[in-house]
């Protein structure tokens, strides 16, 4: 009998120690709860998108059940809703992160249009501003290319136009017979001899330079250029009677 | 054996270069009396012969058959007359 009783007894206590060994299975049962919300999350999420999502967000916040995982006990029972409320906080943002993104319209409205749309905005009124900007540069510069024309170095054009060899000897020659033409005509113009209209002086002026830079243009572009600048200067100079006596003079 | 070879070939390319020289400055000249034509007033769509009758005096032959007697007068005026 008391060998019965105390096997009874060494039974109940190996009862009662397996059932205290649950106890703690229980923790080893912990990871594969960790691993369970993990997995239940991937099944509960059935949005396998959310899973990824969740799963760096749960494993910061598993680290504090793990570490209240002192209420070992509550694991088995609590393991489930544990999880639970990290996958419901993790969808909850995952689920909110996307139909925020869907209704982002609002929020990222502001973000996603407000970028665009912001630098749509900001652009706008960077063109709205820009717009009288490059007005008034545009009706700058007119006034800023008057001055620019001023510097006429009428030697330094005519040494560059003796010295081109865009232009063959004869032509230089019947250029410069037509150039004395014209400095004539002038001459007569401003001496009140004869009275040939200004516009007609102006008409020559022109087709003598046009000549000129049709010589030029291709042999001798940077000159060609340069007096194309100058055209409005050295007709300045020739239109006025006491400017042009001082180019005789001189 | 070489050296005949050598100096054939470099007189030939001077001959050449010379010749391509001339050329080139005959086509500059023609272009020039072809704008001195031009500058005139007077049409000439291409030279292709020009005489020398002295100095600074040509009769230029033009391809659409215009000839013209290109002279720099006593003057210092540049003359072109249609022959």
């Known amino acids: ?250 | 054996m070489h050296r005949p070879i050598y100096v054939l070939v470099s007189t030939t390319a001077a001959v050449l270069a010379a010749a391509a020289s001339f050329g080139a400055d005959d086509a500059s000249f023609s272009n020039d009396l072809k704008a001195t034509i031009a500058l005139q007033g007077m049409p000439c769509d291409q030279i292709i012969e020009a005489k020398r009758n002295g100095d600074s005096d040509y009769t230029a032959s033009c391809k659409d058959g215009n000839r013209y007697h290109v002279f720099v007068n006593p003057k210092g005026r540049v003359v072109v007359q249609k022959l």
Request: proline letters at 15%; a neutral charge; one cysteine or more.
């Open chain 1, 1 to 250: 009998m008391p060998r019965t009783v105390g096997v009874g007894f060494l039974f109940v206590v190996a009862l009662t120690a397996c059932g205290h060994f649950k106890g703690s299975p229980s923790p080893a049962a912990e990871a594969p709860a960790r691993s369970a919300p993990d997995v239940q999350l991937s099944s509960d999420g059935q949005t396998a998108v959310a899973a990824p999502d969740t799963l760096p967000a749960t494993p910061p916040a598993e680290p504090p059940p793990a570490a209240g995982s002192p209420a070992a006990g509550l694991p088995a029972t609590g393991g489930p809703t544990a999880a639970s409320p990290p996958p419901s906080p993790a969808p909850a943002p995952a689920k909110p992160a996307q139909p925020q993104t869907a209704g982002n319209g609002n929020p990222r409205g502001p973000r996603g249009p407000g970028s665009p749309a912001g630098g749509s905005s900001k652009p706008l009124a960077a063109e709205q501003h820009g717009a009288p900007a490059a007005a008034q540069a545009a009706a700058a510069q007119p006034v800023a290319k008057p001055p620019a024309s001023p510097p006429l170095d009428l030697a330094g054009l005519e040494q560059r136009l003796k010295d081109t060899h865009a232009i063959g000897l004869f032509t230089k020659l019947s250029l410069k017979n037509q150039v004395d033409d014209l400095l004539g005509a002038f001459r007569a113009f401003h001496g009140g001899q004869t009275q040939p209209p200004l516009a007609d002086l102006r008409q020559r002026y022109d087709l003598l330079l046009l000549k000129v830079l049709t010589l030029l243009q291709d042999g001798d572009p940077p000159l060609a250029s340069a007096i194309s600048a100058s055209r409005e200067a050295i007709w300045a100079l020739l239109a006025d009677r006491d400017k042009f006596q001082k180019i005789q003079m001189g």
